[in-house]
Protein backbone atom coordinates (compact mmCIF):
# COMPACT_ATOMS: atom_id res chain seq x y z
CA UNK A 1 0.00 0.00 0.00
CA UNK A 2 1.62 3.39 -1.10
CA UNK A 3 0.94 6.71 0.82
CA UNK A 4 1.56 9.90 -1.38
CA UNK A 5 1.53 12.15 1.62
CA UNK A 6 3.60 11.35 3.84
CA UNK A 7 5.99 9.17 1.18
CA UNK A 8 5.92 5.99 2.87
CA UNK A 9 5.53 2.35 1.87
CA UNK A 10 2.95 -0.18 3.74
CA UNK A 11 3.42 -3.83 3.57
CA UNK A 12 0.11 -5.36 4.91
CA UNK A 13 1.35 -9.16 5.62
CA UNK A 14 -1.73 -11.98 5.65
CA UNK A 15 -0.42 -12.20 9.28
CA UNK A 16 -1.93 -8.69 9.73
CA UNK A 17 1.65 -7.76 10.97
CA UNK A 18 2.89 -4.05 9.24
CA UNK A 19 6.24 -3.20 7.79
CA UNK A 20 6.37 0.61 6.71
CA UNK A 21 9.48 1.65 4.57
CA UNK A 22 10.21 4.88 3.15
CA UNK A 23 9.85 7.06 5.86
CA UNK A 24 13.00 9.62 6.35
CA UNK A 25 11.92 10.57 10.05
CA UNK A 26 10.01 8.90 13.13
CA UNK A 27 7.10 11.65 12.61
CA UNK A 28 6.62 10.32 9.11
CA UNK A 29 6.39 7.12 10.04
CA UNK A 30 3.59 7.74 12.98
CA UNK A 31 1.87 9.61 10.64
CA UNK A 32 1.57 7.21 7.68
CA UNK A 33 0.48 4.38 10.84
CA UNK A 34 -2.13 6.52 11.59
CA UNK A 35 -3.64 7.59 8.07
CA UNK A 36 -3.70 4.05 7.52
CA UNK A 37 -5.07 2.34 10.91
CA UNK A 38 -8.56 3.55 10.34
CA UNK A 39 -8.65 0.82 7.08
CA UNK A 40 -6.32 -1.85 8.51
CA UNK A 41 -9.15 -1.93 11.64
CA UNK A 42 -11.92 -2.71 8.59
CA UNK A 43 -10.15 -6.13 7.87
CA UNK A 44 -9.34 -7.44 11.12
CA UNK A 45 -10.25 -10.87 11.43
CA UNK A 46 -13.33 -11.03 14.15
CA UNK A 47 -11.74 -13.43 16.54
CA UNK A 48 -8.22 -12.27 16.90
CA UNK A 49 -6.94 -10.97 20.81
CA UNK A 50 -7.63 -7.09 21.28
CA UNK A 51 -5.74 -4.57 18.95
CA UNK A 52 -4.03 -2.02 20.63
CA UNK A 53 -5.22 1.60 20.50
CA UNK A 54 -3.54 4.19 17.72
CA UNK A 55 -1.31 5.56 20.58
CA UNK A 56 -0.17 2.21 21.62
CA UNK A 57 0.48 1.34 18.19
CA UNK A 58 2.14 4.68 17.12
CA UNK A 59 4.44 4.49 20.30
CA UNK A 60 5.41 0.75 19.70
CA UNK A 61 6.41 1.95 16.20
CA UNK A 62 7.87 4.51 16.75
CA UNK A 63 10.04 2.47 19.58
CA UNK A 64 10.77 -0.11 16.87
CA UNK A 65 12.60 2.45 14.33
CA UNK A 66 14.49 3.97 17.24
CA UNK A 67 15.96 0.37 18.54
CA UNK A 68 16.87 -0.54 14.58
CA UNK A 69 18.75 2.78 14.44
CA UNK A 70 20.27 2.49 17.56
CA UNK A 71 21.49 -1.04 16.55
CA UNK A 72 22.91 -0.07 13.01
CA UNK A 73 24.87 2.99 14.32
CA UNK A 74 26.76 0.88 17.03
CA UNK A 75 27.44 -2.22 14.82
CA UNK A 76 31.39 -2.37 13.87
CA UNK A 77 30.59 -2.26 10.53
CA UNK A 78 30.57 0.71 8.13
CA UNK A 79 27.37 2.17 5.95
CA UNK A 80 27.49 1.11 2.58
CA UNK A 81 30.93 0.03 2.16
CA UNK A 82 30.34 -3.87 1.95
CA UNK A 83 31.88 -6.97 3.45
CA UNK A 84 35.67 -4.98 3.99
CA UNK A 85 34.11 -2.20 5.27
CA UNK A 86 35.47 -0.16 2.58
CA UNK A 87 39.21 -0.34 3.24
CA UNK A 88 42.51 -0.49 1.03
CA UNK A 89 42.18 -1.40 -2.52
CA UNK A 90 41.72 -5.29 -2.94
CA UNK A 91 44.99 -6.47 -5.18
CA UNK A 92 44.45 -8.77 -7.81
CA UNK A 93 46.76 -11.25 -8.93
CA UNK A 94 46.56 -14.26 -11.84
CA UNK A 95 49.51 -16.69 -11.90
CA UNK A 96 51.67 -14.44 -9.61
CA UNK A 97 51.24 -11.13 -11.46
CA UNK A 98 50.13 -8.02 -9.99
CA UNK A 99 47.36 -6.14 -12.14
CA UNK A 100 47.67 -3.11 -10.11
CA UNK A 101 50.99 -2.19 -10.60
CA UNK A 102 51.67 -3.50 -13.77
CA UNK A 103 52.68 -0.98 -16.64
Known amino acids: YRLVQPRVVLLVFVSGKVVITGAKTEEQLVEGLKKVYPVLLEFRKANVASLPTMEEAASAAAASASAKNA ?7 GRGKGKRGGKGKAIRTRRGKDFNNAA
Open 71 to 77: AASSSGR
